[in-house]
Structure formats: C-alpha cells, structure tokens
C-alpha cells in the first residue's frame, strides 16, 4: 500500500481531493480511501501500486499544494539529518557576512552557481572565503543577530521528531559560528559544519580542513544510521542545493525543500510551497500532535 499526502501552503479547495483521486484512478494506481490530516489542509490518499505514476499525475496539479508519494510502511521517520542555509534558515549565511564587506553580489552569484551544481562546492567555499579576508569578526555577530531567520517551521518539526524519539542532526556548508547558535535554537542534537579560521579578530580568509560537503553529508547519514541501528527507510534527509544531493538520495525519505532545479529533479519528493512542517504531515503527523 502507498499513500500520497496533498499538504496546501494555503488551504484544499473544494474538490481537490475528488480531483486527486480520479487522477489516481486514471493511471491505474487504485486508490483505497482518505485520510485527513488537518481539515483542509492536508490529506493522505491510500493507492495501490505505481508510486511513479502517482507522483506524476498528482505533482503540480493543484494550485500551491505539495504533493509526497510513498510507502504507507514505516512512513514516521527515526532519523532527520538537515541542511541549514535556506533550508533551516532563511538566507545563505556567507552572502549575507559579504554584505558587511561590501561584497554580497560578486559572492552570492558563486553561491547561487554552487548550489546549482555547476561549480565544485569545495572550491567555491575557498574562493568565498578567500574574499573575506580581513573582515572584522565582529561582523559574524552582527549578521547573527541581524540577517540569521529561522525557516518557518523549523523548530516545530525537530521539537516534534524529537518529541516522537527521533535523532536529529544539522549538516551545514556553512559555518559553525552561525550553525552552531541555529541548531541549538532549534533543538538539534548534533551539529556539523566548517570552521572559519580567525586571528586578531579578523577573518584570515581560510577556513579548516577537510571542508564539510557533500561527501560529509551523505557519510554523516549513513554513519548515524549504523549508530542508531536504522535502515534507510527510517531516515529523513532534507536540503535545497546540490550539495545536499548525495544525502538525499540516500534517505528513505529524500525531500528537496524550495530546492534548485537540479535538486527537486532528483529528490524522492518536494516540497514547493508549503514551510518544514509539510515534513510533519508527510510522516502521517497531524496537526494536533505537533510539539511547537
């Protein structure tokens, strides 16, 4: 059995769930019957066979609704390993700290470039960082306190996995003096990111070694996946560039979030419209349950 969740970044208007469910039925999925999850606002659909043709005919095909296709077995996840910048956050961190130097536009456009996948993340981590160099470290704090926003939603769905038994973990390209402060504000458990080297107070233009990506992602995952004794159908992975890619596809649950194309092509499922607590309902989690 499968089961597809239609989760509105608004609300289901009248008929969407009729509609979906003669779509199911045109290609030959068999739907089985509804679920709400939050009145008109989510609903699970339960289908017979063919997740695939399911997730084409449903994806896109309402206005503002999210759309996640999967096995009805084992659905509610025991792992969540996350991205931070524009995923957890609102912003990309290091654009942002150029700003404070001047230099938002020459480096967002490398970042936006990364995310994309068309440069080697590492290397354009280096070429970033290198443009900062001399910036006061203060600027750090200040971009803290003024630019760093959580994503809506965010610290509901790790208060409530974790409410629930899960582990949760932030993996970030970015830097542990923001993500550090973002993960414990949102509660989770572990936090790994890169370190950007300092001394009298202003940045050197470096940052440690080995950096934190791609590869560190998707070994993070399966590493805590061994720890905590989990197959992959019990791990959520959640992330919106191509650095985040390789973990994705390795989870049981691999979630493009408001993602870059080469992302939301390749992911198990994608969320569009709605805020991270799409994730919650995609888990069969109500509304009611949620710990906010």
């Not at 001394?199 to 950096?211: N, Q």
């Amino acid at each position: 059995m499968f089961i597809a969740t239609l989760i509105a970044a608004d609300r289901l208007v009248e008929g969407d769930i009729s509609s979906a469910l003669d779509k199911l039925s045109d290609a030959g999925c068999g739907p089985r019957g509804v679920e709400t999850l939050d009145e008109d606002k989510a609903v699970d659909l339960l289908f017979d066979s063919d997740p695939a043709a399911a997730r084409a005919a449903l994806e896109g095909a309402f206005d503002r609704v999210d759309v996640v296709v999967q096995p009805l077995g084992g659905r509610e996840k025991a792992l969540i390993v996350a991205d931070m910048d524009s995923t957890m956050i609102t912003v990309e961190c290091i654009d942002e700290l150029a700003d404070y130097a001047g230099i938002k536009a020459q480096i967002a456009e490398v970042t936006e470039a990364a995310m994309r996948g068309e440069l080697d993340f590492a290397e354009a981590l280096d070429a970033r960082v290198a443009l900062l160099k001399g910036l006061g470290a203060d600027a750090i704090d200040r971009c803290l306190a003024e630019r760093v926003k959580l994503m809506p939603g965010a610290r509901t769905l790790i208060q409530t996995m974790k409410a629930r038994g899960a582990t949760a973990i932030l993996v970030s390209g970015g830097f542990t003096r923001f993500a550090e402060p973002v993960g414990a504000q949102i509660g989770f458990d572990r936090v790994i990111a890169n370190e950007l080297l300092i001394a009298d107070d202003v940045l050197t233009g470096a940052v440690t070694k080995p950096i934190v990506d791609s590869s560190t992602k998707e070994v993070t995952l399966l590493g805590a996946m061994a720890e905590l004794g989990l197959d992959a159908s019990a791990t959520l992975a959640v992330g919106d560039g191509a650095n985040d890619l390789a973990m994705i596809r390795q989870a049981g649950l691999g979630v493009a979030y408001h993602a870059k194309p080469i992302v939301a092509a390749a992911a198990g499922a994608r969320i569009d419209h709605g805020d991270l607590t799409a994730l919650l309902y995609a888990q069969g989690i109500a509304r009611s349950e949620w710990v906010e």
